[in-house]
Each structure stands twice: as structure tokens, then as C-alpha cells.
């Protein structure tokens, strides 16, 4: 009987869910356990549903713009009002603790202001006749598995004097173009490794190619985002608090995040977990243990990495990391 009342429960709450969505995307077209919907992110304006929602899977899939989430209620999140979003919280049994477009109202807007000049003695390694002096600069990016492909998608450099002499120049470009940020690495045993500008730290690396509609994988460091692959962030930083831009901007866009942080970094990874929850994101978490750290792996092990992720849940993941630990 308790099974029965159960089970009543999970179908009546998924009628109310697949209600919810008929209400945002309209009619559908039921084709076995799959519900055939417009897609509300392609173009396809002939009204085909090529929307495919598992509601049993909690998955969804355009077979035409190859949209895809793990999560349906991003869908909710995304193009559904605000009573839609509070009911179907309140189907999952939660609660919508702040709303998130009021709470971020006003977007940061220090980052869009900062800019930086690259040192005077900036080379580009993009050029094609390179000087003698680049020779140590690509040999040390050689044997970091940094790739002339590599090289051009980051506009990758190096100075040859100057304060920072020694040094590769990995910039950063904000929406406008222009550079707000770069990372200093010594390629020459400088005591002190990295040597970054005297400006603010609160951007969003790169943002300039930043696709927001596609998931993003959140590293520490550069280095660590050339081996994760396109759309990877590195979070510049001890921790990712909730007032910065490249945490507003997630949670605004609603974009999907893997997390791969060192191992060392259990708590910091703890709390950022907790506050994109907070707000629902789509997260999921991948295991770094056993490498010094991304920027060490292969590409190939990291993607392997990726694809065996585990959606975020807090007590879960630290119930896993005590289980590893024994």
C-alpha cells in the first residue's frame, strides 16, 4: 500500500511538471516515453517538434539545434515565469530561497571598465618569423603539451624584459576586445612563479569567447583551462564568491557547470558547490584525485574525466571523497 501511494504521488507530480512545460513550449506529440515539443532555443520556425523531454530521465534533447540538459526544470528556468518556477520547486519538494534576477539586479560592472597593457616588451608567439629569444619560451610551452593551436586560441606571448622578463603573457580580453587581465609564468626559475598586473581580479577570463548558452568547465588556473578545452574558465582565485562576475553571469545565463578543482581544494570546492545550488544551477563535479593538478593531465584523460562527472549533491560528493579517502 505505502509503494501504491508512492508511486500515485510520483505520477501525479509528473503530470503537474509535464503540465508546466505544455504551458511554456504548448502542444506536444507523445511518441513512447518521450515528449515531442518546439523547441524554444533553435530557429526552426516550421513549428516540427523536434524537442525531445524524458520526464521519467529528467533529460532533454533538439534533435535539430542539439539543446540538451540534464535538468528539464532549466527549462522552467529559462523561458517559464516566476509562479511556473515556484511550483515546480515546490513539486520537488524545495523551495525558491531568493529570487535570482532580483537578487542580481545589478550586474557588476567594474570588470567592463578595467583594462590592462600588455608589458611593452610583449612578443606574440602568433607572429610567424619569431626572434632567436623565443626558443626557451616555446620549448618550456612544449613541454607543458601547449600546442601551436593552443598558442593562437589564447594569443599566448612572452616578454622579453623589463619587469616581467622571462616570462609568458597569457592575456585576457573582455566583450569589448580589449585586454583586462594577463597571467605572468616564469619560463626561467624566477623565485616567484607567477607576476600578474596591479589590477582587480574580479573578471570573467576570457569572456570574450565565452559561449554562456553552452556548459562551462570552471579550472584554477590557465593552465589547467588549455587542457580542459574550449569554453573552460579559470576562476583566478582562492575561492568564487557569490558577488562576482563570473558567478553572476552563470547563474543569469543559467548555464550548465562542470567543476574541476585540485584535489587540495576540497573546501573550496565544498562551498562553491553549496552556493551554485543555492540557485539551482546545473552542476556536476569532476574527480581530480591522483594528478598534481589539470594542467598535468592529458586532454584525452581529462575529457575521460568529464564524461564520468557526477551531478552535485553535497552530502553525496563528501560521502564519495570519504569513502576514497579509506
Not at 501504491?4 to 501525479?12: C, M, N
Not at 533529460?59 to 539545434?65: D, L, M, Q
Not at 605572468?184 to 612563479?193: C, I, M, P
Amino acid at each position: 500500500l505505502c509503494l501504491s501511494v508512492i508511486h500515485y504521488k510520483h505520477e501525479a507530480n509528473m503530470n503537474e511538471k509535464i503540465k508546466i512545460i505544455g504551458n511554456i513550449l504548448g502542444s506536444y506529440r507523445k511518441q513512447r516515453n518521450e515528449y515531442l515539443y518546439s523547441c524554444p532555443c533553435c530557429e526552426d520556425t516550421k513549428g516540427k517538434k523536434k524537442l525531445s523531454i524524458n520526464f521519467s530521465k529528467n533529460f532533454a534533447k533538439c534533435w535539430s539545434c542539439d539543446w540538451r540538459t540534464k535538468n528539464i526544470y532549466r527549462i522552467v528556468r529559462k523561458f517559464g515565469t516566476y509562479d511556473q518556477r515556484q511550483k515546480w520547486l515546490l513539486l520537488d519538494g524545495r523551495l525558491d530561497l531568493t529570487e535570482f534576477d532580483k537578487f542580481f539586479s545589478e550586474i557588476n560592472d567594474e570588470e567592463i571598465k578595467q583594462t590592462v597593457s600588455l608589458p611593452e616588451e610583449f612578443v606574440s608567439l602568433c607572429n610567424k618569423n619569431l626572434p632567436m629569444s623565443s626558443k626557451k619560451a616555446l620549448e618550456y610551452l612544449n613541454c607543458r603539451g601547449i600546442t601551436q593551436k593552443d598558442i593562437r586560441n589564447w594569443k599566448i606571448g612572452y616578454s622579453t624584459g623589463g619587469r616581467y622578463s622571462g616570462r609568458i603573457i597569457i592575456p585576457s580580453y573582455n566583450w569589448d576586445g580589449n585586454a583586462n587581465y594577463f597571467i605572468a609564468r616564469s619560463f626561467v626559475n624566477h623565485g616567484r612563479r607567477y607576476l600578474n598586473p596591479p589590477v582587480g581580479r574580479d573578471i570573467v577570463f576570457n569572456e570574450l569567447y565565452v559561449d554562456w548558452d553552452e556548459e562551462v568547465v570552471l579550472v584554477e588556473g590557465v593552465f589547467d583551462a588549455i587542457v580542459a578545452g574550449p569554453n573552460a574558465i579559470p576562476i583566478l582565485g582562492s575561492t568564487l564568491r557569490e558577488n562576482s562576475r563570473l558567478f553572476q553571469q552563470i547563474v543569469l545565463n543559467d548555464t550548465p557547470v562542470y567543476l574541476a578543482l585540485d584535489k587540495d581544494a576540497e573546501k573550496k570546492r565544498n562551498w562553491i558547490i553549496k552556493s551554485f545550488l543555492r540557485y539551482d544551477i546545473e552542476l556536476y563535479v569532476i574527480d581530480t584525485s591522483g594528478c598534481e593538478d589539470i594542467g598535468s593531465m592529458s586532454r584525452e584523460e581529462f575529457q575521460q574525466r568529464k564524461q564520468m562527472a557526477i551531478p552535485a549533491d553535497l552530502d553525496e560528493i563528501m560521502i564519495f571523497d570519504k569513502l576514497r579517502a579509506i
